[in-house]
C-alpha cells in the first residue's frame, strides 16, 4: 500500500509572472523539483517556466545560475 503525500496545495497551486522576485525556501515534505539546500533562502527572479515547474535566476558571488524549482518551493518576495 503506498503512502498518500500531504502537498500544501496553495503553494502548489501558485502562479509566478518572468521578472517577479521569489525566494527559494524548500519544503521538505516535496522532494521532486526540490533545490540543492545550499540555495536554501537565496532570492532570485523567475526567467520562464518548463513544465510544472519555474527557471530562477539566481546570483552566486559574481557568477549567475538557473535552477529548475517546483513552485512548492518558491515564495514570493514583498
Not at 4 to 9: D, G, K, N, V, Y
Not at 22 to 35: A, F, K, N, R
Not at 49 to 70: C, D, E, M, P
Amino acid at each position: 500500500m503506498k503512502v498518500r503525500e500531504r502537498r500544501p496545495i496553495t503553494r502548489a497551486l501558485q502562479e509566478f509572472e518572468i521578472g517577479e522576485k521569489v525566494c527559494i525556501d524548500i519544503d521538505p515534505s516535496v522532494h521532486e523539483g526540490m533545490p540543492h539546500p545550499r540555495y536554501q533562502g537565496f532570492t532570485g527572479e523567475i526567467e520562464g517556466k518548463q513544465g510544472n515547474a519555474y527557471k530562477v535566476g539566481v546570483y552566486v558571488g559574481s557568477k549567475h545560475k538557473t535552477l529548475i524549482v517546483f513552485p512548492e518551493h518558491l515564495r514570493k518576495v514583498v
